[in-house]
């Protein structure tokens, strides 16, 4: 029988990544939040593969850290092993990754939420959703009613899941939890623009079944960075990763078994990641390339579950198991889970704004997978979004919409509900046209100011982060005063690292600007340099050197920001505007662009539309004058 | 909002005895005062406005041409901002040089009927002139704005499109590079990305050298004919035109002032200046006459330099070769009827190999046609293949050449890729921006384009 449970402010469904931030920033400001979960011992789950980071995801982390999000600190705290990648290519494109200890992970953000004042934690599956009276009901399976102002659904591959492997499939969530079965009906009821998507996850195998002598072993980096600018915990390296690679006679298994696959025979309608291909799919796209780079990466510290990154597939189990076994170094593999395609609900996320409210459902968020995205990064950075605007809903203040040009949470969302997605987003640093100043080295100075006003950066923290300021300041004032005599010892190192020798003092500032150079190889020179911590070197010197690259992607910031200050009225009714093509005004009655600028982004809207648009404006504006 | 300060030609291109080329926007009268000084040495952004100003419009430290600047003060002015108008010599030489400068000084290019545009949002224009350009937008989309808003069709868009799809391969690449590192993907060498890069820019530079040859063929070029008196000037200006204006005597000095005439010469268009022959003289009208002469030659785009081959060069002659060097020059000898006296290897040392020809009976006068054409580069101007039609066109493309040349400098200085990467996106912007497919503010405003130029 029914039964009245409890009211909150904000309830969110979920306790994935992108759950987990909403619950935590929601309860952060203030705000009584319930957080609901199908299966409690796996908050935080890292389904796929475990690490947090990669190119440009290790720049929303960063960002949500810098923003007073968890998923930096937690990632600290549980790290196995840390890497820059593409590294020598550039600051803009660092990207920082790290192996993480899947159950520890877990643990730790459950036990975080647990703690965390203001919020409820809970086992329930969430099966109705309804507006009533200007507020939210949720029901769950037990029949206990909840209500909220808002809601934020948080359901990654739940909702609705169903599990291929090969020609065997049934309603699933992920690591054989149970799926959200009757929300998605109550969603497609409320009109909801509902579609499948589906992802997929290699096999684990056991490290004592793995010959370890024929692969390529990986090391973390020497020079561990942290995630979080709050430097709560050191991080060291604990376990190694492993690279093997796929050969012809792989490539060989895969292909004479295609007809088993249920992607390739049409079972599957859900729209797969196109970014992240499963194994055959790269074989099948990629026909030239003679192997394929394995990942092998430890998922704890106290399993010996190993992941097999690059082998995603919906094979049947039996193929599986064959091609593995084509692959040097685990001829004798022991699979401990198969590999599996999921397929699940999810929403089209034109149908909401950059504040991740949907546009005709007041009070409803939508964050992660839902969302239409993929990975546990762009989860958490649209979680932490949508639960700051729900907390700022309920009281009244105006929703935090992060700008394209200031991040790569602010690219996504941007991106989602601008231009919508046809296969589950992954983020990639080329979506976003500001890589130079978008670094993952400055989130902090770029998105901290925001997260102190918005109230998730302590006082302590926040001194902390001024004072980089001072001594980044500070430095660029030094460098820029120290001058370098000519001496035969920097003449020889000078001329050693391809570079012009002096014949008269230089500014330090002028030779830090030197690709060639940087502060390392000019520490013997410079007798009044002071003892830094090495970040505050790293940015004095990125924006040195990058100083006239970085000015220009400013230039076309602001080239941009002219567009974006236009703002289009939400309630505006484009089918009333004479001169936009029909195509134009369907498009922009679906996605209300916020400005001129979110308009030119809208695939359909071309720029003699804009100017219509403009016009338009300026037009309303005399009337109201 | 601050507007920042647009100029363009106001007047139409190309005939009438005066130019006047506008500066609106916020920072109009710094940007005039940088590229004109008054006689009276105020400074145009001290004016009270609604003043006009006798000076002289400079290039850097070099003088253009004497001017005249009108003073407008915000917000009465035709934009309702601040404005200058820079009225001087007409000819498309003297115009189009003051513009560049003004563009130099930090003005933008008015896109067509930018000021009537910012006119508009200024408040200065009535509703209904704003409902008129509704009206013919509606019209232009329900045919398919599209295709309308293509700004050009055929084949500049094309050549421009084929540029920048080699560019947006190359940042794709750098893309794809860096965001699948497990991908083993090919790093593009740095040699093979500056190859790509650099032929991309020289494809850019091969369309802007050819705005002035394309300006030739469709708006005509300043030519200026200069000799000493008497080598047969007015002969070949008779010659050109076919008619027989110029008054021609055997006296010395008899052309007193400046004879402008069009004439269409193998498909480009010469608006060729018979001048006083340039002599140290003390009669008071002709020395007028010879001072114009001179500024005509400063003006003109290029120059035609008669020698008389009767005779051996004189230090007048000299004095020509040395004001003709560096510039767009043919040097004609005349009189090749007559014994020849001249040493014509002092010409070809600083002015190339010079034309022989007789005015008088016309010999020579193919090779002369030929001679000028090459020197326009006009010669085998392919009227069909792309071509920059406008500055602004021609300023989009200036703009991503320098980002390439830049990307360039950066791999050659051992740069990474991401800040290569950065100017190569510039690039790609700006040749968008250059066909209107992408939305940035230039393409915006050409829908004011229906406008002519300045109103």
Redesign the interface.
Known sequence: MEYFAKKYQVAVIGAGHAGIEAGLASARLGCSTAVFTIYLDWVGNMPCNPSIGG??KGHLVREIDALGGEMGIAADANTLQSRI??L??????H?LRAQIDRRAYSDYMKHTLEKQENLDLMQAEIVDIERIDGCWRLKTKLEAIFEAECVILATGTFLGGRVYVGDVSYESGPDGMFPAARLGEALRRMGLPIRRFKTGTPSRVNRRSVDFSALEIQHGDERVIPFSFSGKYIVSNKLPCYIAYTNEETKRVILENMDRSPLYAGKIDGKGPR?CPSIEDKIVRFKEKER??I?IEPCGENTEELYL??LSSSLPEDVQLKFIHTIPGLEHAHAMRAAYAIEYDCVDPLAMRADLEFNDYPGLFGAGQFNGSSGYEEAAAQGLVAGINAARKCKGLQPLVLERSGSYIGTLIDDLVTKGCSDPYRM???RS?Y??LLRQDNADRRLTPTGREIGLISDERYEKFLQKLELIAAEKERIRKTFIPPSDEINKMLVSRETSPLSTGARLSDLIK???LNYDLLATFDDTRPELPYEIFEQVEIDEK?EG?IR??QA?VD?MH??E?KKLPMELDYSGI????LEAREKLNLVRPQNIGQA?RISGV???????L??YL??EE?NDK | MKKDAVAAVATPVGTGGVSMIRISGDNALEVADACFRTFSGEKLSDSPGYRAYYGKAFDGEKPIDEAVCLVFRAPHSYTGEDVAEISCHGGIFITQKILQTVFSCGASPAAPGEFTKRAFLNGKLDLSKAESVMTLISARGEQGANAAFNLLEGSLNKKITEINSSLVSVAAHLAAWVDYPDEDIEELGSAQLEKTISSASAELGKLLARFDSGMAITAGVDAAIVGKPNVGKSTLMNLLTGTERSIVTEVEGPTRDVIEETVELRGCILRISDTAGIRDTEDKVEKLGVERSRKKLERAAVVFAVFDGSSPLSDEDEAIIEMCRGRKTLPIVNKSDLKSEINISVIEDTLGSPVMLSAKSGSGFDELCDSIVKLLGTEDFDTTSAMLATERQRLCCEKAKQSLDEAVAALKCGMTNDAVGVCVDDAITALLELTGQRAGEAVLNEVFSKFCVGK
Do not use: C, W
């Open positions: 190119t440009s990648l593409n020598g290519k550039g600051p803009a494109v990207s970014y394929h780079q990942f990154q690059g990639m640093t080329s046209e890589r130079l030197r690709p060639q990058y690259y220009r992607q076309q080239e002219r567009l200050v004479a001169g936009l093509r030119s071309s720029p003699s539309d804009i100017s219509v403009l016009i300026e037009k005399r």
